[in-house]
């Protein structure tokens, strides 16, 4: 198993390699399979829709072009970002002050904070959704950017906790002390030692967040009324076909590619600091 | 409350209505509410407020807001279904008395009862809708005149026989149950003394085992689009302008589509009446569409009530029909000739509307439905007998909302 | 609320005894408030409504019925056949998603060839909008428009018949949050220190071996995180089933009979009273884990 970094190199035979590309070849096409045809959906042109074909004989932009005309959508595109963004930073911020006292001080309590979190994460959101409209409309939080952060925040702070404690767990915190009587200041001593091992939790927490705001339909749908604050999957279920009856497939599809941006670059920016603390074993070295 | 008046924008003095309707495509509903704000002359002003494309979305965004008692909702676009459960909860206003005659007059009778309930009129009818039955000409020489014909062309014309309906657990098989069931003379519930807001079960034995072995015979036989127990009226569209199909029943948005999207189908298309269950008997449909109610909790209802009849008069109808492919629900218009050129199956669809029924009146309607739909899914698997049995408690348990479905 | 202000010195240091114990509080008050805030009251209401029977449409009636609603739940068969099919497509999902998702985080990390893309499209599943992928599966799956049928040579209407229908279902959803597994065991998978299992290789140890022997142990509190949140997530799938088969075809998970309950037939009372139910089992997977991983998360540091 490599750790990576520096080390005992290993010696891959042959097949050893072939097995790990074929296997990365096959993960790519099925992961990808599904994206490939919703994309063909969202450019084949609307009368093409149900032949049995994969890729499209036609190419044809009107799917986009419709989504970009209405209003709607980038608004919705815009409040989508703005809000994922902002959830998962106060989450993950959030989150890590709770996960580092639950792993490193002593309190009662401790165990009553994972718990309490983790019951808030097994409600079913049906029906905290019909208790929470009427509670945003008291507050003025309903339409709002705040209205749909705080649920998010809220939701996803069970399983960033969890995370976190994991990772803050496994992380050797005498290291710390051990960098500070070496001279270092507990900056930098934070910054340069125990960063990078609490980063791949913190990244992966902070991507599993963001996915979370981002997909979320249920509290999108209810908790907000006009494109101040309404989010793509919530903006979706606006889009019509031609007529009352029709799936707007086409639109529907168009949408899905474009909000799957976003989410890629975060996906790719985050990937390479996940596996930073691959360092560790270089330090634990 | 601020948030709310921050909401929509609004210009000192003129006060806006906020029309809550799903959102039409073509436009036509945006350019009636421009048409209705300029003609009211600075009285008030119509605001276009979408809702999702998915009925029971937009019921769900609705009863939230109204049981929240919100005073934003003005205007509502109610699906026909909606008026018993909206008046009996008080989301909705009764019209004016006064004005009731008047806005009753010149419309279709069925879409006009819809909009009734306990003795008031609750909406004023805007567009319609029911479903003819659509063939290819080319295949069969004449309609079949009843379901039993129609399935016995269809087996005859082998691979390209299929007969498309919509067989999935859903609203729209209700809808074909009910209208399958009034074509063979029963009705859901029975009609009460008094009120009609039909509070007994009727069910009668004959007509119900007729629509039920019609399901059955449709969905085992092997005319049936193999995927019926998951096809809605969408699906059925698509599957029709691929070509497989030869029989279709369906609402009349499938005709501007096949011209646009299937022209080689659409050349062969031809429409006529929803196939009958007795021979001797007239089918009949039940009536879709949508009319305009007044929010309960609106700031200003007469104004609303006004917009409300503004925004549904025959000129405004003129163009949802002509650019939004909506049925009118004023008689007359079926006779115009931009309507006409939008319906070239106008006279039909005007006789199927004149003889449509209502689905089951009651506010728990929603209820009955579920229960129609979940105890007779799948279609293939109706056994008329027991299902009869099994029918007449699911309605009764749910007219008592009673129990889970 | 002035009493409580001056209430809270003393609630203060009855929170902590030592400095230590109160930088604890301090440092979870502010998730603990947001978590408060957001669910406390909701779920306490829908614990109260569901001792009443309360019908939405019927506000003025209103009465207080005390369990009967959990009786009519627990009593009708349409319940429990729906925790059965939940628990089919749960154990069904989250069982392979295990497995796969390990052996993707094992290629995540080991991966030299094309190992951005691969990362990258390992997750893009998890980042589409659900409701669009169970589209995308529903329409793949189509025996009219779908291209699954022509690829595979049958002719088959997947959703229509109940075992396939699980299928399709359990395939969007292992398709859709394997990446979740596999993000959370290959983050997992960091916590290895390389010279443990460089030290057992010269030892002589197999790859098997060393996979089984040391890295799966040292990886437990991420798997117990992974499939403890993966699975309370599976229990209450909703938006797939509702996209791809509405329910049909005995294929109905107890969250959309909660969704009929509550919202469709605006029985408060009674859809309450399922999500309750819902939350309770729940609570007995989350527990029936936790007592079989047996995993401290808060143990403090000098116990390692």
């Known amino acids: 198993m490599r750790g990576g970094g520096g080390g005992v190199p290993e010696h891959r035979s042959l097949l050893d390699r072939l097995f790990w590309r074929v296997g990365t070849v096959v993960v790519i096409v099925f992961a990808l399979l599904p994206v490939a045809w919703i994309a063909s959906l969202s450019l084949k042109p609307a009368a093409d829709l149900n032949d049995n074909r994969f890729l499209p004989r036609d190419v044809s932009l009107e799917h986009y072009r419709s989504i970009f005309q209405d209003p709607q959508f980038p608004a919705a595109l815009w409040n989508s970002v703005g809000i994922a963004t902002l959830s998962t930073v106060l989450s993950v911020i959030l989150a890590m002050f709770a996960a580092y ?163 890629l670059l975060v996906i790719l920016a985050f990937q390479r600091r996940i596996v930073a603390g691959l360092t560790q074993g270089a330090v634990k070295g | 409350m601020s948030l709310l008046l921050a909401c929509g924008s609004r210009e000192a003095g003129v006060p806006t209505l906020r029309w809550y309707v799903f959102n039409e495509r073509s436009g036509a509903f945006q350019e009636a509410a421009r048409r209705c704000s300029q003609a009211s002359e600075g009285a008030y002003r119509v605001d276009f407020v979408p809702l999702p494309a998915d009925a029971s979305q937009q019921r769900e965004q609705l009863v939230r807001r109204l049981a929240a008692e919100d005073s934003d909702i003005d205007i509502i676009g109610m699906d026909v279904i909606w008026t018993a459960e909206f008046a009996e909860a008080g989301w909705i206003l009764p019209w004016p008395r006064e004005t009731a005659e008047e806005v009753a007059a010149h419309r279709l009778g069925p879409p006009v009862e819809s909009a009734r309930y306990d003795g008031r009129l609750w909406a004023v009818p805007f567009t319609t809708n029911a479903q003819l039955l659509w063939y290819r000409t080319d295949r069969v020489e004449r309609p079949p005149e009843t379901w039993d014909e129609m399935i016995r ?226 279609m293939s698997e109706i056994r008329p007998e027991e299902d009869l049995r099994r029918l007449r408690n699911a309605v009764v348990r749910a007219l008592r909302s009673e129990g889970l479905f | 609320m002035s009493r409580l202000v001056s209430r809270l010195p003393g609630l203060w240091h009855r929170l902590g005894r030592s400095a230590e114990e109160r930088l604890g509080w301090l440092l979870c008050a502010p998730a603990v408030l947001a978590m408060l805030l957001v669910t406390a009251y909701p779920i306490l209401y829908a614990l109260w409504l569901s001792l009443f029977r309360y019908d939405l449409r019927f506000p003025d009636r209103r009465t207080f019925v005390g369990l009967d609603n959990y009786a009519s739940v627990l009593t009708s068969g349409v319940w429990w ?188 009372g009674l859809g309450s009273a399922v999500s309750v139910l819902i939350f309770v089992c729940v609570i007995l997977i989350a527990l029936l884990f936790i007592k079989g991983f047996g995993t401290r998360m808060s143990r403090p540091e000098e116990a390692r």
């Open chain 2, 153 to 378: 062309m269809a087996e005859e014309l082998g691979e390209v026989g299929t007969i498309e309906a919509q067989g999935e657990r859903y609203e729209g098989f209700s809808v074909f149950f009910v209208s399958l069931l009034a074509s063979a003379g029963g009705s859901v519930l029975g009609e009460g003394e008094g009120t009609d807001s039909g509070s007994g079960v009727a069910l009668p034995r004959e007509p119900t085992l007729d629509a039920l072995r019609v399901m059955r015979k449709l969905a085992t036989s092997p005319a049936a689009d193999p995927s019926l127990p998951r096809a809605r009226e969408d699906q059925a569209r698509l599957a029709f302008e691929a070509g497989g199909a030869s029989f279709m029943v369906n609402y009349t948005f499938v005709w501007p589509s096949a011209r646009r999207n299937a022209p080689e189908v659409a050349e062969h298309m031809a429409w006529a009446r929803w196939p009958a269950v007795d021979p001797g008997r007239p089918s009949r449909v039940t009536v879709g569409g949508i009319n305009l109610a007044v929010g309960a909790y609106s700031r200003h209802p007469e104004l609303a009530f006004r917009a409300a009849e503004c925004i549904a008069s025959a000129e405004n109808q003129r163009l949802a029909a002509s650019q939004g492919g909506l049925p009118p629900t004023m008689e007359s218009l079926y006779d115009e000739e931009e309507v006409r050129e939008a319906f070239p199956f106008a006279d039909l669809l005007r006789e199927t509307l004149r003889d449509a029924v209502q689905r089951p009146r009651t506010p728990l309607y929603t209820d009955v439905s579920l229960a129609i739909s979940h105890t007779l899914h799948p």
């Open chain 1, 101 to 263: 006292a639950i792993v490193r001080l002593r309190f009662r309590g401790r165990r009553l904070v994972l718990g309490a979190a983790l019951s808030i994460a097994m409600f079913p959101p049906i029906a905290v959704v019909g208790p929470l409209f009427n509670l945003w409309r008291n507050l003025g939080l309903f339409d709002t950017w705040p209205g749909l952060i705080l649920p998010y925040m809220t939701f996803t702070l069970p399983l960033a906790i969890w995370t976190l404690s994991a990772f803050f767990r496994e992380i050797p915190w005498e290291l710390d002390r051990a960098a500070r009587v070496d001279g270092a200041t507990p900056f930098q001593a934070f910054r340069h030692v125990i960063a990078p091992l609490a980063a791949p939790g913190v990244f992966t927490a902070a991507i599993l967040v963001f996915i979370f705001a981002w997909n979320d339909f249920l509290f999108a749908a209810a908790l907000t009324s006009t494109n101040d604050a309404r989010t793509v999957p919530a903006a979706i279920a606006f889009f019509t076909g031609s007529s009352r009856f029709q799936l707007p497939t086409g639109s529907i599809a168009a949408a899905s590619m474009v909000v799957t941006v976003p989410v």
């Open chain 3, 81 to 268: 056949e729906s925790v059965l099919n939940t628990l089919i497509i749960t154990l069904g999902s989250v069982s392979v998603e295990l497995i796969l998702g390990m052996g993707l985080a094992l290629l995540m990390h080991r991966a030299v060839f094309a190992r951005r893309t691969l990362r990258a499209s390992v997750l893009v599943p998890y980042g589409i909008i659900t409701v669009v992928a169970a589209l995308a599966w529903k329409f793949a799956f189509d025996p009219v428009t779908g291209f699954i049928n022509p690829l595979v040579g049958v002719d088959h209407a997947w959703l229509s018949h109940r075992w396939s229908a699980f299928l399709v279902l359990i395939l969007t959803e292992i398709w859709k949050t394997t990446p979740f597994m596999a993000l959370l065991l290959m983050a997992g998978l960091t916590l290895v220190p390389k010279d443990v299992l460089d030290a057992a290789r010269v030892d002589g140890a197999s790859g098997p071996q060393r996979f089984f022997r040391i890295t799966l142990p040292l990886m437990k509190p991420a798997i117990l995180v992974a499939l403890l949140f993966r699975t309370l997530d599976a229990f209450r799938i909703f938006d797939t089933v509702f996209i791809q088969t509405r329910g049909a075809q005995n294929t109905e998970s107890v969250s959309v009979v909660g969704y009929n309950a509550l919202i469709t037939r605006l029985n408060l």
